[in-house]
């Protein structure tokens, strides 16, 4: 079972281009959501989804879109990099329950370095 | 302002000892709160609690949540080096939304 699959591990950018970033579950949850993890300041939501073509913004959802075309893939994407976004990204997955933010499995992370 | 409060940042200890991690909140519309390890990388999930009072169990770790005095403990019974981890805490509020806790730091030297 490969779970949570993200691409790339690594990446560096320069300051205003753009990227995506993929993540893929084989699992059929449901749920999927973006976090963005810095050094003292815990996990922050960026952006999930509930199902195929619903998405929805968390915490920290500037500069950053999504979009959920299939139940297996939501990719996140940086529309014009800058240096705030340097952070690990991690991709996170769960089945839908009456909680919206159940036993999530997540992905190995993205460490993202923008210059 | 919604808020997760982690303590202590971080616990040094030695195999064998017994161990208390605390997660308070201050949230509006509470509905769950997980418990999660990270080690070097993804975290993986341990814990959710959702009612006051009823502990959760697994192996040597345990868990359970005071609603009235909004907090958590995460306790986990003669440790061992593999326990070394970031311990974080998350509360789901107001529907769907989530916060993180900064976590806790736990490092056993045998």
């Known amino acids: 079972n490969a779970g949570v699959t993200q691409t790339p591990k690594f990446q560096v950018l320069k300051t205003g281009q753009s990227m995506t970033l993929q993540c893929a579950q084989d699992?059929?949850?449901?749920?999927m959501s973006w976090y963005r993890q810095d050094p003292g300041m815990g996990l922050r939501l960026i952006h999930y989804s509930v199902g195929a073509g619903i998405t929805d913004q968390g915490e920290v959802p500037n500069g950053y879109n999504v979009s959920r075309s299939t139940t297996e893939d939501f990719p996140l994407r940086l529309l014009s990099a800058a240096p705030s976004q340097t952070s690990v990204y991690f991709c996170?997955?769960?089945?839908?329950?009456?909680?919206?933010?159940?036993?999530?499995?997540f992905g190995q992370g993205t460490r993202l370095t923008v210059v | 302002e919604d808020k997760v409060v982690q303590s202590p940042l971080s616990l040094v200890v030695h195999e064998g000892d017994t161990v208390t991690l605390n997660c308070s909140y201050e949230?509006?519309?509470?509905?769950?709160l997980l418990w999660y390890k990270q080690e070097k990388k993804a975290p993986t999930f341990l814990f959710m609690l959702?009612?006051?009072?009823i502990e959760k169990k697994s192996g040597r770790l345990s868990s359970i949540l005071d609603k009235k005095e909004l907090f958590s403990i995460l306790n986990i019974t003669a440790t061992q080096t593999g326990d070394s981890a970031v311990y974080l805490c998350a509360v789901e509020y107001n529907t769907d939304k989530l916060i993180f806790g900064t976590g806790t730091r736990l490092q056993v030297f045998p």
């Open positions: 699992m059929n949850h449901e749920y």
């Open positions: 949230v509006t519309n509470f509905r769950s």
């Open positions: 996170a997955s769960s089945r839908a329950t009456g909680f919206f933010h159940t036993e999530a499995f």
């Open positions: 959702t009612s006051s009072g």
